[in-house]
């Protein structure tokens, strides 16, 4: 039986469409029939790159859920909405790929959580960078046991995209409102899954200095002076339930980087550098591992080999049509996302250790 093309309804125009829409464009098993944003010119420039009539474009995400012309939805919409639209869509039976962070508050997504176990409802939660080869293969050479007990996690994750101007359609992510937070919720939720992902390491406490060097921006409309209400930074000290130390250094203010991400993992037999570069997001991997390199310090760069590349929209797809490789983040995931930022907030505003060993 031949398989069949899985349309997908896209809601929302912004940076990350041209990224999900190229994933899908590349994929045999799917298709976007469907485009929505209350925007409506760049509603006709993404309807003439996906090749779709103006028919099937909305300014109102209910519509287009309801239009006949969609199997299942990509949410790709300021955090704030995220929850309401993957509800609705769950009242019609489509599965629903989302941006992280899930929601704005822990109970919301517990909510969305308990409707999607309760439904069955097929998804993914969009943590871009489980896809990334480099990612995919450290953790696989974690899983060998190549390096041994880890001992180190050290986490860096820099842009100065906060030092950019900035135009309305992304002026959301300094209201708090929102957007939840700012770089807890944008950049920290990236690197706290993608260091359980690579390394298996589970939380048991953290302790977090969160606060933004820009206090207050001009409206991209009004022009006028607005406080901004989300961090610009974030610094948090991690301690693992295996013993295992860590450090997350995350900043939107730092000149000279675009999105650059380094994940350092130090064991008892050698260390793997995870690193992603600022110009083409070209992930590497470097490694230390066993007698004698550990003795002469030296790091190789390794080839990746290409069963471990991936498109994350293709990931989607096959949770769809169940074969996925079971490596995709889903709600289950993100709710445990969403309770660590949330625990991240709050010893930053305790100023001091808080456990999250219950996660």
Known sequence: MEKKVIRIGVIGTGLIFNRHFAGIKNSPDAEVTAICDNNVKALEEKAALAGIPMSQTFTNYIDLLDCGYIDAVLIATPNSTHVEIALEAIKRGLPFAMEKPVGMNVEEVQKLYDVVEEKKIKNIVLFFYRSKASARYARKIIENGDIGEIHHVYTEYYQDYNLRPFSLPTFWRFDKKIAGGGV????????????????????????????????????????????????????????????????????????????????????????????????????????????????????????????????????????????????????????????????????????????????
């Open 184 to 359: 807890v919720y944008d950049l920290s939720s990236h690197m706290f899954d993608l260091v359980t992902f690579i390394t298996g390491l589970e939380y048991e406490k953290v302790c977090a200095v969160n606060n933004n060097i820009i206090k207050m921006r001009p409206d991209p409309e009004t022009k006028q002076m607005r406080e901004v209400t989300t961090e610009d930074y974030s610094h948090v000290l991690a301690q693992f339930k295996s013993g295992a130390s860590g450090a997350f250094l995350v900043s939107k203010c730092c000149m000279g980087r675009k999105n650059y991400q380094r994940i350092q993992i130090y064991g008892s037999k050698g260390v793997i550098i995870y690193s992603l570069t600022d110009q083409n997001l070209e992930d590497t991997i470097e490694v230390c591992i066993g007698s004698p390199y550990t003795e002469s310090y030296n790091y190789t760069k390794l080839n990746i080999p290409a069963e471990f590349k991936n498109e994350q929209m293709q990931s989607f797809f096959d949770i769809m049509n169940d074969c996925s490789d079971g490596l995709a983040a889903t709600l289950v995931d993100g709710l445990k996302s969403q309770k660590l930022i949330e625990r991240v907030y709050e010893s930053a505003e305790k100023m001091q250790w808080v456990d999250v060993s219950d996660i």
